[in-house]
């Protein structure tokens, strides 16, 4: 059982026991190592054990019971990226739950430097994606895992060891988020291995430039959803030119990157968004904003914080009016927003039916008391509203089945 102790909280066992990284001298490649004459370590046959026995919960990535440090989530609605609807990691299972608690546990203790994860790591990742005991014919697509690296300082050796020991071909989600010692180098070396990859997150990834859009483009044609938002050595031109290699992606996050009305206008005259992220840009108007967003019908997710100059209560309204499947939406920093009644006013004035919101609204004008108003006026289609005001929220907008 998971036992709490003040504000820190003490995961179950079954956690601890890769969780616990010990000494600056322990090493997860000794830890995989197989003994000689053996086939496997002591640790390979605790993690296969979690494939085979019924009963074993998976961990939660976010929400109450979650055991995964808080601080690598930032609140928006994408993270924590790995994360489906269920707050688990999408593709996984109990082995690489522990595996990826491990992998938080060296970020967070500031001990995950390039030589601490090695080839026989990235194996025994590789190993415990899908079920270890079934046998795969060479034509089927292989199994998929998703891995976090979120915030982590990995540089030449780490990504060689990935390389190294085939596991890219089974990763379906990657989460590189603020990793400020990615390059354009390194990521074009992991990513040209990677050829089954889903859903990339590159965000406030510094370093990086346009060269690295085009490696996405060329290696990845399975990408279903993509951030790179802050990673302002990247301009809106070059997303542009990116997106005519991904047919499959429909989830697509920008922020930060200086999007004009005319730029928006091409960006969403490239297809239907069922995922969009364009916050931060400052020259956008009213006007804009409003003809490119009615425009997107099937915007399931829509991130537009600090667009301020642009989005206020009655544009908030239109899109309210135009936008009836989205579910999650990021208004941070939009001070011209100072309630939510005029969404729901355009939600009923179309007949649209109820249906559960999540608004992230931290530094707008929206107060406690102007959400008790919403749903005073909107009794039956503000019902499934969340309002978050403050740092929370991490996790409540991911919407991944």
Known sequence: QTLTMGPREIPSLRVLCLRSVGANKCSAEQTFKSPKGEKECPASRMLRSFHQTDGIDRLKFFGKGSSVRANANDADLNHPF????????????????CLQSYLDALVELGRLDDCRLGVNFWEEWKKNVGSPTRKRKR??????????????????????????????????????????????????????????????????????????????AEYFPKLTCLDVGGTYNMTTTQVLEMLPSLNQLDELYVGGLGWTDLTLEQLVGERSWKGLGIGFSHHLTPSGLREALSSQPHLERLSIPFCEQALDTSLLGFLGRSLPGVTALDIRGNNGVNSLTSWFDGRAAVGSPAQELFVLARYSNIHKASIEETKRIHPIHAVGLTCILDGTGAGGGVHRL
């Open 82 to 97: 790995i994360a489906a609807k269920d707050a688990m990691a999408e593709y996984g299972n109990p082995a690489l739950d």
């Open 139 to 216: 034509s089927e697509a292989p199994d998929l895992g998703s891995l976090s690296l979120h915030n982590a300082s990995i540089a030449d050796d780490t990504v060689d060891a990935m390389v190294k020991s085939g596991m890219g071909e089974c990763v379906g989600v990657l989460d590189l988020t603020g990793m400020h010692t990615l390059t354009d180098g390194l990521v074009e070396k992991l990513f040209k291995t990677m050829p089954n990859l889903q859903r990339l997150s590159i965000k406030n990834c510094r370093r990086l430039t346009g060269s690295t859009l085009t490696v996405i």
